[in-house]
């Protein structure tokens, strides 16, 4: 099993900028990619960035140049740094973690972009 703990989501204004990070513990030594994905009321979950543990970066259209996925293999950790943010981009935040056959999500954090 592995357990996603998610921060960092908020309010901010169009313009602003939020850094998401997401702790993985537990059985961790499986996983070969993490992500995040987001899904805003009446749509569906969308894989927002992920990231192979070959370093190997993915991301939607939508955040191409806008966000960007990290980690930190030491600590465990997920980060998604996200700039020019939009009141499309409102939505709850979710960590993934996967393995070969199963995948793992955090309960999420809501990131609201408003004046």
């Known amino acids: 099993q592995v357990q996603l703990v998610e921060s960092g989501g908020g309010l901010v204004q169009p313009g602003g900028s939020l850094r998401l990070s997401c702790a993985a513990s537990?059985?961790?030594?499986?996983?070969?990619?993490m992500g995040w994905y987001r899904q805003a009321p009446g749509k569906e979950r969308e894989l927002v960035a992920g990231?192979?543990?070959?370093?190997?970066?993915s991301y939607a259209d939508s955040v191409k140049g806008r966000f960007t996925i990290s980690r930190d293999n030491v600590k465990n950790m997920v980060y998604l740094q996200m700039n020019s943010l939009n009141v499309e981009d409102t939505a709850m935040y979710y960590c993934?973690?996967?393995?070969?056959?199963?995948?793992?999500w955090g309960q999420g954090t809501q990131v609201t972009v408003s004046s």
């Open positions: 537990g059985s961790i030594s499986r996983i070969y990619a």
């Open positions: 993934n973690a996967q393995e070969r056959i199963t995948g793992y």
């Open positions: 990231q192979t543990n070959s370093g190997r970066t």
